[in-house]
């Protein structure tokens, strides 16, 4: 036996190279491995005669290698492995383009496997199918085969080849479900869900097992985030009373009135901070709703009240820009504003280069804004009370968690204090869905716009109006305006069965070519940059600084990328292959422009023609009410999709798109007997150390 904590280094048959690469995809040990899932199967169980097959369709066939030779192609400077297999019925012809090792393994007689896809020429063959010499157990094709997340130098055969060989060991992965929700439930028990997700005997069983491994993130995701509600009706907080002059005050040195929301929202936030509990509240509202005021106000009342606010944004480039609209906002009323990012220290516009600095400024600022870098160890708070997080989904559950925690303080020997957290997001999470997977915050909403905002004009472009399109860009960057392009969403079910490409290079090839295109043969005539997650955070920084100054007319970006700054000059967004996205990511990708004064435009560009794509952007051509879209994006899409997975704090992909609103509500509501029923989880060892595990997880993110 095998303990499944054993290092992936201790395991005969894993050299270090794959050791390194299995690293890359977070796998360090026996049990990492086996919770590695796959994102999807090929069906490759039935067996077909090679008489019957049929161009364009993927098949597997059974046979004899009656011939097999490599071909160098000088021309191409490529080798072509080239077999010939024949079974009862007929014989068919095998390329693989340079793997001329196979030669090595596969010999003449040889009993083979071939899976893939059918293609015709003169005649028909495969090309670059699966493989795998019939000695014992199947594991590539003939059955149904996993297709594993993988990286660089690491494929989903490999993956199959170690995980198959170890899997007897998943016998000892203990049950950790309280077996009154597993009956509840209809889930099958762990270890067997492990064996059916990796090698499943028929498609219903791999759903089975899928089912029970989403079933059991979400319960534990629930268990952590009602256990922390009722920890944190516990806790300790301080009180910052309402101070109405000083409210009255900032509000009449503003240019101009607040909606009704954003009053409603700040008086919610100001009775929260009054009490002795932490709040925690997520303050909701479209993009350019005007979160920033009500932060900024309730950071106003906690910092005259003699207290510290921190307010932690995702990037760099938010955070700067939050320091400084507030530096501007709260300029009259005296106080001291930080910014620390993994690049930057500043107080007041001296910019502290040594990292020891973060502390300085931690102690002696009153309001300090910045990045991750904020909760980052070493950096401490004198009396720090009320943190504000921005776009929070950006951050997951356990970021959140980790950042009310980590920095509660304990002033002057008092008993220990947990700061009001505030969280602020723009997507428009429906309320029953927040409510239900953040279960432990109350909601305030913004959901109207300050009057005078202009309407964004949506279109949809058919490939024939393309060309118009770019006439109409044109104009307006003559016209001094600018314009951003994201480049389609590259989709995982798009990479073909067998390669070790990955999403990210995938999307930044199609960013790059959209580059070269715009700015070589559409636009000559104007200044293009091209953005993407592999850029280095200083050259991001000039670039949207160029951007943000006019220097740049078209700004080509991924649509991974952060374009959440504000420009007020830009009118134009742009996005290729716009069936590809969320309705919900669209409109915050339109909510980039239509900030200043001049009429701004979305131009969705699509080459589908499919109905449900056609109807769901016209959607966004005549709604720009961010919550309407989001409510049909769910509808539609389910949870998963909608937000992105890894952002809500939800089950990784392989297993994202499983998850439903229902399922979440079960969770929900199986996590809540439990707990209720025994809240310190005595009689559920195993669970109780599940969850410490997780708490501990989170604790060193
Ligand atoms: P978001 O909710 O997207 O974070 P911001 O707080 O950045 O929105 O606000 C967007 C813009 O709207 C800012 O320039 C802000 O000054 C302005 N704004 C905020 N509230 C109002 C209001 N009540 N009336 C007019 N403009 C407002
Ligand atoms: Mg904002």
């Given at each position: 036996?095998?303990?499944?904590?054993?290092?992936?280094?201790?395991?005969?048959?894993?050299?270090?190279?794959?050791?390194?690469?299995?690293?890359k995809?977070?796998?360090?040990?026996?049990?990492?491995?086996?919770?590695?899932?796959?994102?999807r199967?090929?069906?490759?169980?039935?067996?077909?005669?090679?008489?019957?097959?049929?161009?364009?369709?993927?098949?597997?066939?059974?046979?004899?290698?009656?011939?097999?030779?490599?071909?160098?192609?000088?021309?191409?400077?490529?080798?072509?492995?080239?077999?010939?297999?024949?079974?009862?019925?007929?014989?068919?012809?095998?390329?693989?383009?340079?793997?001329?090792?196979?030669?090595?393994?596969?010999?003449?007689?040889?009993?083979?496997?071939?899976?893939?896809?059918?293609?015709?020429?003169?005649?028909?063959?495969?090309?670059?199918?699966?493989?795998?010499?019939?000695?014992?157990?199947?594991?590539?094709?003939?059955?149904?085969?996993?297709?594993?997340?993988?990286?660089?130098?690491?494929?989903?055969?490999?993956?199959?080849?170690?995980?198959?060989?170890?899997?007897?060991?998943?016998?000892?992965?203990?049950?950790?479900?309280p077996?009154?929700?597993?009956?509840?439930?209809?889930?099958?028990?762990?270890?067997?869900?492990?064996?059916?997700?990796?090698?499943?005997?028929?498609?219903?069983?791999?759903?089975?097992?899928?089912?029970?491994?989403?079933?059991?993130?979400?319960?534990?995701?629930?268990v952590?985030?009602?256990?922390?509600?009722?920890?944190?009706?516990?806790?300790?907080?301080?009180?910052?009373?309402?101070?109405?002059?000083?409210?009255?005050?900032?509000?009449?040195?503003?240019?101009?009135?607040?909606?009704?929301?954003?009053?409603?929202?700040?008086?919610?936030?100001?009775?929260?901070?009054?009490?002795?509990?932490p709040?925690?509240?997520?303050?909701?509202?479209?993009?350019?709703?005007?979160?920033?005021?009500?932060?900024?106000?309730?950071?106003?009342e906690?910092?005259?009240?003699?207290?510290?606010?921190?307010?932690?944004?995702?990037?760099?480039?938010?955070?700067?820009?939050?320091?400084?609209?507030?530096?501007?906002?709260?300029?009259?009323?005296?106080?001291?504003?930080?910014?620390?990012?993994?690049?930057?220290?500043?107080?007041?516009?001296?910019?502290?280069?040594?990292?020891?600095?973060?502390?300085?400024?931690?102690?002696?600022?009153?309001?300090?804004?910045?990045?991750?870098?904020?909760?980052?160890?070493?950096?401490?708070?004198?009396?720090?009370?009320?943190?504000?997080?921005?776009?929070?989904h950006?951050?997951?559950?356990?970021?959140?968690?980790?950042?009310?925690?980590?920095?509660?303080?304990?002033?002057?020997?008092?008993?220990?204090?947990?700061?009001?957290?505030?969280?602020?997001?723009?997507?428009?999470?429906?309320?029953?869905?927040?409510?239900?997977?953040?279960?432990?915050?109350?909601?305030?909403?913004?959901?109207?716009?300050?009057?005078?905002?202009?309407?964004?004009?949506?279109?949809?472009?058919?490939?024939?109006?393309?060309?118009?399109?770019?006439?109409?860009?044109?104009?307006?960057?003559?016209s001094?305006?600018?314009?951003?392009?994201?480049?389609?969403?590259i989709?995982?079910?798009?990479?073909?069965?067998?390669?070790n490409?990955?999403?990210?290079?995938?999307?930044?090839?199609?960013?790059?070519?959209?580059?070269?295109?715009?700015?070589?043969?559409?636009?000559?005539?104007?200044?293009?940059?091209?953005?993407?997650?592999?850029?280095?955070?200083?050259?991001?920084?000039?670039?949207?600084s160029?951007?943000?100054?006019?220097?740049?007319?078209?700004l080509?970006?991924?649509?991974?990328?952060?374009?959440?700054?504000?420009i007020?000059?830009?009118?134009?967004?742009?996005v290729?292959?716009?069936?590809?996205?969320?309705?919900?990511?669209?409109?915050?990708?339109?909510?980039?422009?239509?900030?200043?004064?001049?009429q701004?435009?979305?131009?969705?560009?699509?080459?589908?023609?499919?109905?449900?794509?056609?109807?769901?952007?016209?959607?966004?051509?005549?709604?720009?009410?961010?919550?309407?879209?989001?409510?049909?994006?769910?509808?539609?899409?389910?949870?998963?999709?909608?937000?992105?997975?890894?952002?809500?704090?939800?089950?990784?992909?392989?297993?994202?798109?499983?998850?439903?609103?229902?399922?979440?509500?079960?969770?929900?509501?199986?996590a809540?007997?439990?707990?209720k029923?025994?809240?310190?989880?005595?009689?559920?060892?195993?669970?109780?150390?599940?969850?410490?595990?997780?708490?501990?997880?989170?604790?060193?993110?």
């Open positions: 036996m095998i303990p499944l904590s054993s290092p992936i280094s201790s395991l005969p048959r894993v050299s270090p190279a794959y050791q390194k690469r299995l690293a995809l977070g796998i360090k040990t026996l049990r990492d491995l086996f919770f590695h899932f796959p994102r199967y090929n069906n490759f169980s039935k067996i077909t005669k090679i008489r019957d097959l049929r161009a364009g369709t993927i098949a597997t066939i059974q046979g004899q290698i009656i011939k097999i030779d490599n071909i160098r192609t000088w021309k191409k400077r490529m080798t072509i492995t080239q077999a010939y297999v024949q079974d009862a019925t007929a014989s068919i012809r095998i390329v693989w383009f340079n793997q001329p090792y196979l030669t090595k393994s596969l010999k003449i007689n040889d009993l083979i496997n071939i899976s893939g896809k059918v293609n015709l020429d003169k005649d028909l063959y495969f090309s670059n199918p699966a493989y795998e010499k019939i000695t014992g157990q199947l594991r590539h094709t003939g059955r149904i085969v996993p297709v594993y997340p993988e990286t660089t130098g690491l494929s989903s055969r490999y993956l199959r080849y170690i995980i198959q060989l170890y899997l007897p060991e998943a016998k000892q992965i203990k049950e950790w479900l077996e009154s929700v597993k009956r509840s439930q209809r889930l099958i028990s762990l270890d067997t869900a492990i064996l059916q997700v990796h090698f499943p005997s028929s498609l219903k069983n791999a759903n089975q097992a899928r089912q029970r491994l989403a079933f059991e993130e979400l319960f534990l995701l629930q952590f985030a009602l256990d922390q509600k009722f920890q944190r009706l516990k806790e300790q907080a301080q009180p910052v009373p309402f101070n109405k002059s000083l409210i009255t005050d900032f509000i009449a040195k503003l240019s101009f009135q607040l909606t009704p929301a954003q009053k409603g929202a700040a008086w919610e936030i100001f009775q929260d901070l009054a009490k002795d509990r709040m925690n509240r997520l303050l909701e509202g479209d993009v350019g709703s005007g979160k920033t005021i009500v932060a900024a106000m309730a950071a106003l906690n910092i005259k009240a003699g207290n510290q606010t921190v307010f932690m944004a995702p990037t760099e480039i938010l955070a700067k820009q939050h320091f400084n609209t507030l530096k501007k906002l709260l300029n009259d009323f005296n106080i001291k504003i930080g910014l620390i990012t993994s690049s930057e220290k500043t107080t007041n516009g001296q910019t502290e280069k040594k990292e020891s600095k973060s502390s300085f400024i931690a102690h002696n600022s009153d309001l300090i804004i910045g990045t991750q870098a904020l909760i980052q160890k070493g950096v401490s708070f004198k009396k720090l009370t009320l943190a504000i997080v921005d776009e929070q950006r951050f997951g559950v356990a970021q959140r968690a980790a950042l009310q925690k980590n920095i509660a303080v304990s002033p002057d020997g008092l008993p220990q204090k947990i700061p009001h957290l505030l969280s602020m997001t723009a997507t428009p999470i429906p309320r029953s869905l927040a409510l239900t997977l953040y279960g432990d915050l109350d909601l305030s909403l913004l959901n109207e716009m300050p009057k005078g905002r202009q309407k964004i004009i949506t279109r949809l472009v058919p490939p024939e109006k393309r060309t118009a399109a770019y006439n109409f860009i044109r104009q307006q960057i003559l001094g305006r600018q314009v951003f392009v994201v480049c389609p969403r989709e995982i079910s798009e990479r073909s069965l067998e390669t490409s990955l999403l990210p290079a995938a999307e930044i090839k199609a960013a790059k070519e959209e580059y070269e295109k715009l700015s070589t043969k559409i636009f000559p005539e104007a200044k293009v940059a091209l953005l993407h997650g592999k850029i280095k955070s200083k050259e991001k920084e000039k670039i949207m160029d951007f943000s100054n006019g220097k740049i007319d078209i080509v970006a991924t649509s991974v990328i952060e374009v959440g700054i504000d007020p000059n830009a009118t134009i967004m742009m290729e292959g716009a069936e590809r996205f969320g309705l919900a990511q669209l409109h915050q990708l339109r909510g980039r422009v239509g900030r200043g004064e001049h701004s435009y979305c131009l969705l560009f699509t080459d589908s023609n499919s109905e449900p794509a056609q109807k769901r952007l016209k959607i966004m051509a005549t709604c720009s009410d961010g919550f309407r879209l989001a409510e049909y994006d769910l509808r539609l899409r389910g949870p998963g999709e909608f937000f992105g997975t890894s952002q809500s704090g939800l089950p990784d992909m392989p297993l994202g798109p499983l998850i439903n609103l229902i399922m979440v509500k079960q969770a929900r509501d199986e809540a007997k439990i707990l029923q025994d809240p310190e989880l005595k009689d559920y060892s195993l669970l109780k150390e599940k969850l410490k595990k997780f708490q501990e997880n989170i604790h060193m993110e």
